[in-house]
Structure formats: structure tokens, C-alpha cells
């Protein structure tokens, strides 16, 4: 399973992760990401763009992913 | 939390004392009353030593605890109300006063209380406020109350800290406590209760 782990007092609400993922990410009614899970090649290539495209760095790779080799930025 | 009750606490556990008594802060409108009782002694018991009036409902675990029915948990021990009494705050509800509007200015004073680090904490709880706030005023709208829980819903569990969390775990329980008052508001735009509760804390407008 892919997921993203939200750091949520990073986040400031600048979307980038929901124009990259928009499949793991819904915004909330104030426009804060909430994250769903992903199982396929498709979910674990739109969790790591989100982790790069994220301006505050508030998004990081977690789930069975985050521990191998995968690019991970922190 | 590093407040005086904790700190004489972890005194006597230092000295190797067991602990058989519990430290409760009373908050009434007109102040804050201390009180140490053995941990078998009623809630009711221990109201009555710090010379609370019996009150229609209580707010047991400070701003971020629980609301009851005092009848609901005045005859139980301390003991059995330990996690739910948590740092022993207890802040009790005049039978005139109207535990809706009490509801709102605490849950604005929580808002205002956010670190303002985390989104949903800093957005939601400002709306949860404005919301309760008009409830509580007889300004509701219609469904206001599945706004409320809708909004809680998209607060709990999202903030860095719990903080938001116990702000919707007390909102939810007055939900429930106060239902009948919340019901008189929507129809009659008043519940007839006084709505000049001070709470502690609370930074005036």
C-alpha cells in the first residue's frame, strides 16, 4: 500500500498536491489535503511527484513504499 | 501539563506516598475553588466541600473534556470518573445558564487558543464557533447541527496536535447534553436561560 504522510502544520493549503495526485489527495472544505491509500504503480507514481511538487515539504512517502530505495524527500 | 495540581502530585509520588486522592478545580462564574478528596468520595461529595451549588450539567476534563448530566455522574467516585475527570478541571453549569451559549464561548476560546500551525484547526474551529455561536444566539440556520457535526468530522484527528480534538470531543458531548436547549433555540430562538456566563479564560471580544 501507498500512502502520503501529511506533516499538517506544514501544509498551507497550496494545492500542488492535488493538481499531481489526484487520485490520493481530496481537499477538505477549507482546501487542507486529505490523503486516501493507493495499491498500484499509478497511486506510488503520484505520491512521490506530490512529495517533490510540494512547496512547504509537508508531504513524504509512507506505506510499504517509503522504506525501500524509492526517491524520498524529507 | 505543568499546572499545581500535577506538580504536587508528582511531589508525592516522589516521596513514595501512594496516591489516594484526587485534585479537583472547581470553575464557577465567580471563581476557582481547589479542592483535594480521597479518590472513593462522590463528585457530588466533593461539590459540596468546595461549596458549588448543585448544578444542571458539568463540563468534567476541562475545555477539551466532556459534558454530562450532573445527575449522570454526581454519586460516582472519583475513581470510576478518573480518565474522565482527567487533570481535574471541572467546570460546572448553573441550573439558570444556558449550557449552548457556555458551549459556544468555550469552543471560541479554544479557537482562539489554536497555535494557528495546522489548517483544519485554525479554519474549523473558527467556523465551529461562528456556528455555535449563532445557534446559541437564536440566529441558527436551518441545519446548523449537521453543520456542526460535519464540520467536527472534518477536524478531528488532522491537526499536528490534539488540540482540535478535544475541542470537537466536547463539542460532540454538548451536543448531546444540551440537545433539548439546542432544540428550543431553532424553534423559539431562546431557551430562556441566562446567557452572561463568563468562562474562564475567555478574552472579551
Not at chain 2, 496536535?161 to 454538548?174: E, F, K, T, Y
Amino acid at each position: 500500500v501507498t500512502s502520503l504522510e501529511l506533516d499538517a502544520a506544514r501544509c498551507d493549503g497550496v494545492g500542488m498536491c492535488l493538481l499531481v495526485a489526484p487520485d490520493l489527495v481530496t481537499l477538505d472544505r477549507w482546501g487542507f489535503p486529505v490523503i486516501e491509500e493507493a495499491d498500484d504503480a499509478r497511486g506510488l507514481r503520484q505520491a512521490k511527484a506530490a512529495a517533490r511538487a510540494c512547496p512547504h515539504r509537508a508531504l513524504r512517502l509512507a506505506g510499504d513504499q517509503a522504506a525501500g530505495s524509492l526517491v524520498q524527500r524529507t | 501539563v505543568h499546572n499545581v495540581e500535577t506538580l504536587a502530585r508528582v511531589a508525592t509520588l516522589t516521596g513514595g506516598a501512594a496516591v489516594t486522592t484526587q485534585l479537583l478545580t472547581f470553575t464557577t462564574p465567580t471563581g476557582q475553588t481547589v479542592v483535594e478528596r480521597d479518590l472513593d468520595s462522590t463528585l457530588a461529595a466533593a461539590a459540596a466541600v468546595a461549596g458549588v451549588a448543585s448544578p444542571s450539567n458539568v463540563l468534567l476534563g476541562g475545555y477539551g473534556g466532556t459534558w454530562h448530566r450532573w445527575d449522570s455522574v454526581s454519586d460516582r467516585s472519583l475513581r470510576s470518573l478518573g480518565s474522565i475527570i482527567s487533570a481535574g478541571i471541572v467546570l460546572t453549569l448553573p441550573r439558570e445558564t444556558c449550557g449552548a451559549a457556555v458551549t459556544a464561548r468555550v469552543l471560541r476560546y479554544l479557537a482562539q487558543s489554536s497555535a494557528r500551525q495546522c489548517g483544519p484547526c485554525l479554519f474549523g474551529l473558527a467556523d465551529l464557533a461562528d456556528v455555535m455561536d449563532r445557534v446559541a444566539s437564536g440566529r441558527g440556520r436551518r441545519g446548523d447541527i449537521d453543520r456542526l457535526q460535519s464540520i467536527a468530522a472534518s477536524v478531528a484527528s488532522r491537526g499536528a496536535c490534539h488540540h482540535p480534538d478535544g475541542a470537537v470531543r466536547m463539542l460532540a458531548s454538548a451536543l448531546d447534553v444540551f440537545a433539548a436547549d439546542l432544540a428550543n433555540h431553532r424553534r423559539r430562538g431562546h431557551c430562556g436561560r441566562r446567557h452572561d456566563h463568563i468562562v474562564p479564560g475567555e478574552v472579551a471580544a
